[in-house]
């Protein structure tokens, strides 16, 4: 079984930022792609950005420059660094990862979910 949690979401005003951190534990072999996804109320659940084992990154084109995936493979952490936060960021946001399995096979898991409130 394997666990991710998230961490660090929180009441923010318009302007600020926030780091979002998602760690995984258990047992696997690997972790492949990781992600942050968001769900803001009434809305279905959309992609964030992504980033390989590699490093390489993937972002929702209307957030780039404002968010900043990256990952820590030695620790099993992925983070979401927020900055310049508009009201309509408010969202649940979830972290998923792709892990190599023991036998030999991939499967998802996403986190319990954090949230984060931006104020007018």
């Known amino acids: 079984q394997v666990q991710l949690v998230e961490s660090g979401g929180g009441l923010v005003q318009a302007g600020g930022s926030l780091r979002l951190s998602c760690a995984a534990s258990g047992m696997f072999l690997s972790i492949n792609e990781m992600g942050w996804f968001r769900q803001a109320p009434g809305k279905e659940r959309e992609l964030v950005a992504t980033?390989?084992?590699?490093?390489?990154?993937n972002y929702v084109e209307s957030l780039k420059g404002r968010f900043t995936i990256s990952r820590d493979n030695a620790k099993n952490t992925v983070y979401l660094q927020m900055n310049s936060l508009k009201p309509e960021d408010t969202a649940v946001y979830y972290c998923?990862?792709?892990?190599?399995?023991?036998?030999?096979?991939?499967?998802?898991?996403w986190g319990q979910g954090t949230q984060v409130t931006v104020s007018s």
């Open positions: 998923n990862g792709q892990f190599l399995m023991i036998p030999k096979h991939v499967q998802g898991y």
């Open positions: 980033i390989t084992s590699g490093g390489s990154t």
